[in-house]
């Protein structure tokens, strides 16, 4: 069966997380993603966590599945030569460098369609234009710039950035629909177009629902379904809401039986408003469905830690899987607090390739997230990530070189 990105050619120039998460995703659709790296280093993750004396870290291996390797100099000028010529036979090129080091190489835009006036330049950047413009960034500034680190966490504490990666594998995210937009819009014009996505940016679309909580706010003085409501202070910006939903159907992580050892010993309970008579009759609280201070969404509003509090003396009397089961009959929204461990040895995530067991040569198997976007006409195959310059030889002999002209550029290190 052919792949939906089949005879699509990427020029990987990515490092890190963002750029690698996107052009991984393009390889698991059938994309041939050759990754240009620096001879003797590499991407510097390779090196980064490592859980292996001298082998490629879980970092990286895990970010470049399905993709090629080769090692290039692109500062000298043989070097230069080569990438030119893969610039001509790809379709695109995906970079996140920091800003202007495309440029400073010789690599521009102007020069890059020169080249091939077809490519798609796609590129992650930090921030789009504007005052920070040539900042380096990692997640965790995207995360603090982009609205998710002041509103997540607890309104007596700090800032608080997440776990999920957002602002990497989230811009890694964009910028993949980025390209294969452009790829679809390339059939019609014949020509390439530039592709961005600015860290901040990502992380703002990400956090849209607070954007839309701060004009609710700058209108009203309250948001009613935040745990701040109860006591009535508010300030002038969005505050952090806890364990609140971002919707409409209040939410909050109680415990569970067995808390007291178990970190993870938590649900998240959703009081639906649909599931409300259920919710009551499952906790023995049969007496609110009718009582007019907790019968309607907007009356239970300034009781939400009231309610979420009586809940939880029931889901403390359960674990969190029997209580799933309990709640699941009654089609009441809740959801397991799963740790990584429970995730990793989950046989139904093994079952449709999200979790994925790879080999690979120097390391053995290990455990990685499969693609999350599955196509019933493209499946992916999970591969192992290459070893440094795995495929120098074999890319550079597709582009036309002679097995004397490759030895030549090995002898003066540009490869
Ligand atoms: N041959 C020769 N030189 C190479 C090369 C190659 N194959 N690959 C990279 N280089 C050079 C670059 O041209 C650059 O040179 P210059 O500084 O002289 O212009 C240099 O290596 C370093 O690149 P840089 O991107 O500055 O790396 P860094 O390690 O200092 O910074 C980041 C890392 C992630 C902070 C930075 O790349 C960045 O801000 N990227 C954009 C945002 C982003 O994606 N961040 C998330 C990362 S997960």
Known sequence: ??????????????????????????AWFGA??????RAGEGDATRAQLRDIPDVDSL?????????????????RPAGKEVLETLIRD????????????????????????????RMIVASVKGFGPGPYEHCKVYENVAQCAGGAAATTGFDDGPPVVTGAQIGDSGSGLHLALGIVTALYQRTVSGRGQRVQTAMQDAVLNLCRVKLRDQQRLDRNGVLEEYPQYANGTFGESVPRAGNASGGGQPGWILKCKGWEDDSN????????????????????????IDDPAYATPRARLPRLMEIFATIQEWTKTLTKFE???????????????????????????????????????????????????????????V????????????????????????????EERVI
């Open 383 to 410: 591969t192992r990530s290459p070893l440094l310059g795995e495929h120098t030889d074999e890319v550079l002999a597709q582009l036309g070189y002679s097995g004397e002209q490759i030895a030549r550029l090995r």
């Open 90 to 117: 790809c379709d695109v090129l995906v970079e996140n460098f920091a800003p202007g080091a495309l440029d400073r190489m010789g690599f521009s835009w102007e020069r890059i369609q020169e080249l091939n006036p």
């Open 265 to 288: 010993a938590y649900i998240y309970f959703i009081t639906q408003a649909a599931a409300w008579p259920a919710i009551c009759r499952v906790i023995g609280r049969e007496a609110w």
């Open 323 to 381: 209580a799933m089961d309990i709640l699941n009959k009654y089609d009441i929204p809740c959801g397991p607090i799963l740790s990584m461990k429970e995730l990793a040895e989950e046989p139904s995530l093994r079952a449709t390739g999200t979790i994925v067991e790879v080999d690979h040569p120097e390391r053995g198997p290990y455990l990685t997230v499969g693609n999350p976007i599955k196509l019933s006409d493209s499946p992916t195959i």
């Open 59 to 75: 970092y990286f291996t895990m970010l470049n599945h399905n993709k090629r390797s080769i090692t290039l100099d692109t500062k």
């Open 1 to 26: 069966m052919s792949k939906a990105l089949e005879g699509v050619r990427i020029l990987d120039f990515t490092h890190v997380q963002s750029g690698p998460t996107c052009t991984q995703l393009l």
């Open 32 to 37: 041939d993603v050759i990754k240009v790296e």
